[in-house]
């Protein structure tokens, strides 16, 4: 049983060599009937003939941001589209989830406008369970036309002109790649979130944000890092997070998996961004130069070449 036919939905899924996941991803999926919208920004493997040969529509375009990538999906959906799921390759939906999706989404009066549903991460093949970071609850689901991307550099959420509504069912995040890639993307997220933390002290790019204390999860998560975490001492504060969650939330009940992870993600990751952000600063006192040109001879990203793009 899939949604009743009134109900239009439409899942994005944004690629670039995803051969490894995409198949697993739009097969979570199924149960919601609907289309399903691959966009990919350039692969070179087989994961534009595998989502098409499982019925995905295709459409291509060159990447900048995550947020930008997504909002352009949005105005090139197929009509009509009710609702929208974003999905990315490495997440899969539980079939509670679907199951609860099908029951909902039709009994729904027109002033909800989005669903969070909530997200665990799976780490070398273990689901994380402790740390703080279960249930992840996210925007995901949504009313074309009611909600976009915030238009960030990373670490973007869905923003939503309405109410939302929570279910329970689980949203996996398990990425299938290698320790080697995890870390490889880690150190490339490390010099974005550089550039993300000195845009909050210098504002040289717009900063659309859900910052707001109270609103919801995703807003409050994002006022703590900002407004809390961001003043605190740089090296000291990937510590002050490891110790809270490896022993505050008990993250140390996660295994031996669970060890490399909080250790990687709560403390390699984050004393890497402070390292980084120190280093990008040093050049800028040394020099005199702006963020921007820091950013670019530093961590080698232009900044003003993507964003005008």
């Known amino acids: 049983m899939?949604?009743?036919?009134?109900?239009?939905l439409t899942t994005i899924i944004l690629t670039r060599n995803e051969e490894r996941h995409i198949a697993r991803a739009m097969a979570s999926v199924a149960g919601l009937g609907g289309r399903v919208v691959v966009v990919d920004s350039g692969s070179t493997d087989r994961t534009v003939e595998i989502a098409?040969?499982?019925?995905?529509?295709v459409l291509r375009n060159s990447w900048t941001t995550h947020a930008r990538q997504f909002n352009w999906a949005l105005s090139?959906?197929?009509a009509p589209t009710e609702w929208v799921l974003r999905l990315d390759a490495d997440e899969i939906l539980s079939a509670d989830l679907v199951s609860q999706i099908k029951t909902t989404l039709p009994?729904?009066?027109?002033e909800i406008a989005g669903v969070t549903l909530r997200r665990r991460i799976a780490f070398q093949g273990r689901?994380?369970?402790?740390?703080?970071?279960?249930?992840?609850?996210?925007?995901?689901?949504?009313r074309h036309g009611a909600g976009h991307c915030e238009d960030r550099w990373m670490d973007e959420h869905i923003k939503v002109a309405g109410k939302t509504i929570d279910l329970p069912g689980e949203l996996l995040d398990d990425n299938l790649q290698s320790l080697t890639w995890?870390?490889?993307?880690?150190?490339?997220?490390?010099?974005r979130e550089v550039v993300d933390l000195l845009n909050l002290e210098y504002g040289f790019m717009p900063r659309d944000s859900v910052a707001q204390l109270g609103r919801d999860q995703a807003g409050l998560k994002r006022w703590v890092k900002e407004r809390l975490y961001a003043r605190l001492p740089g090296g000291l504060r990937a510590w002050v997070y490891f110790l809270y969650r490896y022993v505050i939330r008990a993250g140390?009940?996660?295994?031996?998996?669970?060890?490399?992870?909080?250790?990687?993600?709560?403390l390699w990751y984050r004393f890497l961004v402070d390292a980084k952000l120190a280093e990008t600063r040093r050049y800028m006192q040394q020099t005199g130069c702006d963020a921007p040109t820091a950013i670019r001879e530093i961590l080698g990203i232009n900044i003003k070449h993507i964003l005008t793009r």
């Open 2 to 8: 899939t949604l009743p036919a009134a109900v239009s």
């Open 52 to 57: 098409q040969a499982l019925g995905a529509e």
């Open 76 to 78: 090139h959906l197929p």
């Open 107 to 110: 009994g729904l009066g027109p």
């Open 127 to 142: 689901p994380i369970r402790y740390g703080g970071l279960f249930p992840i609850r996210v925007l995901r689901l949504f």
């Open 182 to 191: 995890w870390t490889e993307k880690h150190n490339a997220y490390a010099s």
């Open 252 to 266: 140390f009940l996660d295994g031996r998996e669970g060890l490399a992870f909080h250790v990687l993600q709560g």
